[in-house]
């Protein structure tokens, strides 16, 4: 921005003043709005890649589909699956976007009772839906929150929907797995939309969304540190990579120390662990008492507090949790594993 000289100014000097303001004027609501949008658009890289809320406010997810009730004489026509279109596609157990199925039906009556199972790589069924009266044509959906029997999260890997009738009969279950392959070949051999039925699920994530490394001896769990030994496990980025919840959970602490930095820490959702983060960029938006959800955005990695490289220090700590009576375990080869499929 110009600035005038000291004195009086003439009638030509404001209307120039008032011009250059405006332009700077212009320019900042232009700098903000591009400030903005990329973050926003690392927010959504983080819901693209994880599964996860596309703000670190994000909502709590929508509820899952009620099982349902098997139809006391259940019945269906000669069945065909019209459309089927599963997402996302890789999903986190407390994640904010949980797996669903969307389907079409294609029927030889108008109401058709349905069974929809959750089955595993191994064809096991974890999880089955019930879905009475269902005409064809018409869409429905069916929204599974990873939990298993007994409302355990299910195991890592990969799941699929599957549609049958309740009744058992063959002729219909028959049609319906006809219609499945006629389906497949032609979304193979033209412009068809495929059918999507299966997925990926996830219990964890890692917890940096981008380019990383697990540093040298130094930045490992127990290493030497002056009068005492190192809680967790250091792992190199560029300051400014967004972090994002390993474990959704319960915020437990969210503040500022002078070893730390910036730090939050989050009481992981039916693990009994507690999660720290440390040397965050700037304080997290998320406060004591909030509900994350894994893979949301939680911060940036920085260099905060005692820290003389951009990076995350990371820790897991047993029940009863972080300094409240647990104790800390080396996380490393958890974030090995985690890495692999994030």
């Known amino acids: 921005m110009t600035r005038t000289g000291a004195g009086p100014q003439t009638y030509s000097d ?20 591009a400030i903005a949008a990329l973050l926003g658009c690392l927010a959504g890289v983080a819901s693209a890649a994880t599964g996860g809320a596309p703000t670190p406010g994000g909502g709590p997810p929508p509820p899952p589909s009620s099982s349902g ?3 006391p004489a259940p019945s269906a026509g000669t069945l065909r699956l019209l459309s089927a279109t599963t997402s996302p596609r890789k999903s986190f157990y407390y994640g904010v976007r949980t797996p669903r199925l969307r389907y079409v039906i294609g029927s030889s009556q108008q109401d058709n009772d349905l069974q929809i199972d959750v089955v595993d790589s191994t064809g096991r069924t974890v999880k089955v839906f019930y879905r ?5 044509g018409v869409p429905d959906s069916i929204r599974w929150d990873g939990s298993a029997a007994g409302g355990h999260p ?4 990969h799941y699929s929907f599957r549609i049958l009738p309740q009744s058992g009969e063959q002729l219909a279950r028959r049609s319906l797995q006809r219609s499945v392959r006629r389906a497949r070949r032609r979304a193979s051999s033209s412009a068809s939309p495929p059918l999507t039925l299966g997925f990926d699920l996830y219990a964890f994530a890692f917890p940096i969304l981008g380019a990383h490394d697990f540093g040298g001896a130094g930045g490992r769990f127990g290493a030497g540190r002056t009068g005492h030994s190192h809680e967790g496990q250091d792992v190199m980025a560029r300051c400014g990579v967004p972090l994002i919840a390993a474990r959704g959970g319960r915020v437990q602490y969210s503040g500022f120390q002078g070893a730390a930095g910036n730090y939050l820490v989050i009481d992981g959702k039916d693990t009994g662990f507690d999660m720290a983060y440390m040397h965050l ?3 997290s938006p998320l406060r004591p008492g909030a509900v994350v959800r894994t893979g949301q955005p939680i911060g940036l990695v920085g260099s905060t507090g005692d820290a003389s490289a951009c990076h995350l220090h990371f820790e897991i700590w047993t029940a009863p949790g972080w300094y409240e009576g647990g104790h800390p375990i080396d996380p490393f080869l958890l974030l090995k594993r985690w890495d692999r499929y994030s």
């Open 14 to 33: 404001r209307t120039d003043a008032t011009a250059t303001t405006r332009r700077a004027s212009r320019w900042l609501v232009l700098l903000a709005g």
């Open 69 to 71: 009730v098997p139809d």
């Open 132 to 136: 009475n009266d269902i005409a064809p």
């Open 154 to 157: 299910a195991r890592n890997g």
């Open 281 to 283: 960029l700037r304080p």
